[in-house]
T-cell receptor
Framework: SQQGEEDPQALSIQEGENATMNCSYK?????LQWYRQNSGRGLVHLILIRSNEREKHSGRLRVTLDTSKKSSSLLITASRAADTASYFCATDEGLNTGFQKLVFGTGTRLLVSP | NAGVTQTPKFQVLKTGQSMTLQCAQD?????MSWYRQDPGMGLRLIHY???????DQGEVPNGYNVSRSTTEDFPLRLLSAAPSQTSVYFCASSYGTTQPQHFGDGTRLSIL
Protein backbone atom coordinates (compact mmCIF):
# COMPACT_ATOMS: atom_id res chain seq x y z
CA SER A 1 0.00 0.00 0.00
CA GLN A 2 1.20 3.49 -0.72
CA GLN A 3 0.06 6.02 1.79
CA GLY A 4 2.01 9.21 1.26
CA GLU A 5 1.96 11.11 -1.99
CA GLU A 6 4.27 14.04 -2.45
CA ASP A 7 3.50 17.10 -4.50
CA PRO A 8 5.04 18.36 -6.70
CA GLN A 9 6.88 15.44 -8.26
CA ALA A 10 9.70 17.77 -9.25
CA LEU A 11 10.70 21.28 -8.21
CA SER A 12 13.39 23.51 -9.68
CA ILE A 13 14.46 26.69 -7.89
CA GLN A 14 17.39 29.09 -7.55
CA GLU A 15 19.74 29.22 -4.59
CA GLY A 16 18.37 31.41 -1.85
CA GLU A 17 14.73 30.70 -2.67
CA ASN A 18 12.44 28.69 -0.44
CA ALA A 19 11.23 25.23 -1.42
CA THR A 20 7.91 23.80 -0.29
CA MET A 21 6.92 20.18 -0.68
CA ASN A 22 3.61 18.66 0.30
CA CYS A 23 2.60 15.20 1.40
CA SER A 24 -0.87 13.74 1.62
CA TYR A 25 -1.77 10.48 3.29
CA LYS A 26 -4.85 8.33 3.65
CA UNK A 27 -5.23 6.83 7.11
CA UNK A 28 -4.68 7.86 10.72
CA UNK A 29 -1.06 8.06 11.76
CA UNK A 30 1.05 8.18 14.91
CA UNK A 31 3.82 10.18 13.29
CA LEU A 32 5.09 11.40 9.96
CA GLN A 33 8.72 11.54 8.94
CA TRP A 34 10.61 13.31 6.18
CA TYR A 35 13.70 11.85 4.56
CA ARG A 36 16.21 13.12 2.01
CA GLN A 37 17.93 10.96 -0.59
CA ASN A 38 20.92 12.19 -2.51
CA SER A 39 21.53 10.55 -5.88
CA GLY A 40 22.95 7.06 -5.45
CA ARG A 41 22.74 7.13 -1.67
CA GLY A 42 20.46 5.87 1.06
CA LEU A 43 17.74 7.88 2.74
CA VAL A 44 18.67 10.23 5.53
CA HIS A 45 16.19 11.11 8.25
CA LEU A 46 15.38 14.82 8.45
CA ILE A 47 12.58 15.31 10.92
CA LEU A 48 9.78 13.45 12.70
CA ILE A 49 6.52 15.08 13.67
CA ARG A 50 4.01 13.36 15.92
CA SER A 51 0.28 13.39 15.32
CA ASN A 52 -0.31 15.72 18.27
CA GLU A 53 2.17 18.30 16.92
CA ARG A 54 1.30 20.93 14.33
CA GLU A 55 4.69 22.39 13.50
CA LYS A 56 8.31 21.52 13.99
CA HIS A 57 11.57 23.24 13.10
CA SER A 58 15.07 21.96 12.54
CA GLY A 59 17.60 24.45 11.22
CA ARG A 60 16.34 25.63 7.81
CA LEU A 61 13.59 23.01 7.81
CA ARG A 62 10.02 23.65 8.87
CA VAL A 63 7.45 20.87 8.87
CA THR A 64 3.75 21.29 9.42
CA LEU A 65 1.13 18.63 9.98
CA ASP A 66 -2.61 18.97 9.52
CA THR A 67 -4.24 15.74 10.64
CA SER A 68 -7.72 16.99 9.72
CA LYS A 69 -6.60 17.30 6.09
CA LYS A 70 -4.21 14.34 6.31
CA SER A 71 -1.41 16.44 4.91
CA SER A 72 2.06 17.69 5.78
CA SER A 73 4.42 20.18 4.24
CA LEU A 74 8.19 20.53 4.29
CA LEU A 75 9.65 23.99 3.84
CA ILE A 76 13.34 24.46 3.16
CA THR A 77 14.31 28.09 3.59
CA ALA A 78 17.22 29.84 1.84
CA SER A 79 17.95 26.79 -0.26
CA ARG A 80 21.45 25.82 -1.31
CA ALA A 81 22.77 23.75 -4.20
CA ALA A 82 23.59 21.05 -1.64
CA ASP A 83 19.85 20.70 -0.94
CA THR A 84 19.44 19.12 -4.38
CA ALA A 85 17.99 15.69 -3.63
CA SER A 86 14.76 13.71 -3.52
CA TYR A 87 12.57 14.20 -0.49
CA PHE A 88 10.20 11.56 0.84
CA CYS A 89 7.51 11.60 3.46
CA ALA A 90 6.82 8.43 5.39
CA THR A 91 3.91 7.56 7.63
CA ASP A 92 3.56 4.68 10.05
CA GLU A 93 1.09 1.91 9.42
CA GLY A 94 0.42 -0.74 12.01
CA LEU A 95 0.75 -4.40 11.10
CA ASN A 96 -1.05 -7.16 12.97
CA THR A 97 2.23 -8.08 14.65
CA GLY A 98 2.34 -4.69 16.32
CA PHE A 99 5.21 -3.57 14.11
CA GLN A 100 4.76 -0.07 12.77
CA LYS A 101 6.03 -0.15 9.22
CA LEU A 102 6.93 3.01 7.37
CA VAL A 103 4.97 3.68 4.21
CA PHE A 104 6.86 5.95 1.83
CA GLY A 105 5.57 8.26 -0.83
CA THR A 106 7.06 8.50 -4.30
CA GLY A 107 9.08 11.59 -3.47
CA THR A 108 9.72 15.12 -4.70
CA ARG A 109 12.86 15.72 -6.75
CA LEU A 110 14.32 19.10 -5.81
CA LEU A 111 16.90 20.81 -8.01
CA VAL A 112 18.55 23.93 -6.62
CA SER A 113 20.56 25.83 -9.20
CA PRO A 114 23.45 28.15 -8.24
CA ASN B 1 30.86 3.86 13.92
CA ALA B 2 29.91 2.80 10.38
CA GLY B 3 26.09 2.90 10.76
CA VAL B 4 24.36 0.55 8.31
CA THR B 5 26.65 -1.23 5.85
CA GLN B 6 25.34 -3.00 2.78
CA THR B 7 27.30 -5.26 0.46
CA PRO B 8 27.67 -5.59 -2.43
CA LYS B 9 26.94 -2.13 -3.85
CA PHE B 10 26.25 -3.50 -7.34
CA GLN B 11 25.39 -6.96 -8.62
CA VAL B 12 24.29 -8.46 -11.92
CA LEU B 13 22.65 -11.86 -11.87
CA LYS B 14 21.18 -14.20 -14.41
CA THR B 15 17.60 -15.39 -14.08
CA GLY B 16 17.42 -18.35 -11.72
CA GLN B 17 20.60 -17.58 -9.80
CA SER B 18 20.51 -17.09 -6.06
CA MET B 19 22.42 -14.65 -3.92
CA THR B 20 22.53 -13.02 -0.52
CA LEU B 21 22.53 -9.28 0.10
CA GLN B 22 24.37 -8.46 3.29
CA CYS B 23 23.36 -5.86 5.86
CA ALA B 24 25.15 -5.06 9.10
CA GLN B 25 24.63 -2.31 11.68
CA ASP B 26 26.79 -1.32 14.63
CA UNK B 27 24.26 0.80 16.54
CA UNK B 28 22.76 -2.07 18.56
CA UNK B 29 19.38 -1.45 16.95
CA UNK B 30 16.72 -4.07 17.57
CA UNK B 31 14.66 -3.23 14.50
CA MET B 32 15.91 -3.94 10.99
CA SER B 33 14.11 -3.85 7.65
CA TRP B 34 14.64 -4.50 3.98
CA TYR B 35 13.05 -2.26 1.32
CA ARG B 36 13.15 -2.19 -2.42
CA GLN B 37 13.01 1.05 -4.37
CA ASP B 38 11.60 1.07 -7.87
CA PRO B 39 11.06 4.12 -10.09
CA GLY B 40 7.77 5.86 -9.39
CA MET B 41 6.84 3.53 -6.53
CA GLY B 42 8.71 4.80 -3.49
CA LEU B 43 10.11 2.26 -1.06
CA ARG B 44 8.28 -0.98 -0.32
CA LEU B 45 8.89 -3.17 2.71
CA ILE B 46 10.09 -6.70 1.94
CA HIS B 47 10.86 -8.24 5.35
CA TYR B 48 11.53 -6.91 8.79
CA UNK B 49 12.87 -8.06 12.16
CA UNK B 50 12.13 -6.80 15.66
CA UNK B 51 15.07 -8.62 17.24
CA UNK B 52 17.42 -11.56 16.91
CA UNK B 53 15.53 -14.70 15.96
CA UNK B 54 12.35 -12.82 15.00
CA UNK B 55 11.44 -11.98 11.41
CA ASP B 56 8.23 -11.35 9.53
CA GLN B 57 6.96 -10.49 6.09
CA GLY B 58 6.35 -7.02 4.78
CA GLU B 59 4.46 -5.83 1.75
CA VAL B 60 6.36 -7.66 -1.03
CA PRO B 61 8.02 -10.77 0.50
CA ASN B 62 7.63 -13.26 -2.35
CA GLY B 63 10.94 -14.53 -3.71
CA TYR B 64 12.94 -13.38 -0.68
CA ASN B 65 14.05 -14.98 2.57
CA VAL B 66 15.61 -13.43 5.66
CA SER B 67 17.12 -14.57 8.92
CA ARG B 68 18.33 -12.73 12.03
CA SER B 69 20.80 -14.80 13.99
CA THR B 70 22.51 -11.77 15.57
CA THR B 71 21.45 -8.24 16.44
CA GLU B 72 23.99 -6.84 13.98
CA ASP B 73 23.24 -8.78 10.79
CA PHE B 74 20.14 -9.10 8.64
CA PRO B 75 20.88 -10.79 5.29
CA LEU B 76 18.35 -10.91 2.46
CA ARG B 77 18.36 -13.96 0.21
CA LEU B 78 17.04 -14.12 -3.32
CA LEU B 79 16.09 -17.74 -3.87
CA SER B 80 15.77 -17.81 -7.68
CA ALA B 81 16.33 -14.41 -9.23
CA ALA B 82 13.75 -13.05 -11.66
CA PRO B 83 13.90 -9.91 -13.85
CA SER B 84 11.09 -8.41 -11.74
CA GLN B 85 13.53 -8.31 -8.83
CA THR B 86 15.73 -5.79 -10.61
CA SER B 87 15.71 -2.93 -8.15
CA VAL B 88 17.68 -0.99 -5.57
CA TYR B 89 17.59 -2.67 -2.18
CA PHE B 90 17.93 -0.76 1.06
CA CYS B 91 18.46 -2.04 4.56
CA ALA B 92 17.42 0.09 7.50
CA SER B 93 17.68 -0.14 11.28
CA SER B 94 16.21 1.75 14.20
CA TYR B 95 15.76 1.72 17.98
CA GLY B 96 12.03 1.31 17.68
CA THR B 97 9.23 1.01 15.23
CA THR B 98 8.29 4.69 15.42
CA GLN B 99 11.86 5.97 15.58
CA PRO B 100 13.90 7.41 12.70
CA GLN B 101 15.28 4.79 10.38
CA HIS B 102 18.97 4.64 9.52
CA PHE B 103 19.54 3.49 5.94
CA GLY B 104 22.46 1.89 4.18
CA ASP B 105 23.55 3.16 0.77
CA GLY B 106 21.80 0.36 -1.06
CA THR B 107 22.56 -2.55 -3.35
CA ARG B 108 21.80 -2.00 -7.03
CA LEU B 109 20.72 -5.35 -8.43
CA SER B 110 20.10 -6.20 -12.07
CA ILE B 111 18.62 -9.52 -13.14
CA LEU B 112 19.16 -10.43 -16.77
Amino acid sequence: SQQGEEDPQALSIQEGENATMNCSYKTSINNLQWYRQNSGRGLVHLILIRSNEREKHSGRLRVTLDTSKKSSSLLITASRAADTASYFCATDEGLNTGFQKLVFGTGTRLLVSP
Amino acid sequence: NAGVTQTPKFQVLKTGQSMTLQCAQDMNHEYMSWYRQDPGMGLRLIHYSVGAGITDQGEVPNGYNVSRSTTEDFPLRLLSAAPSQTSVYFCASSYGTTQPQHFGDGTRLSIL
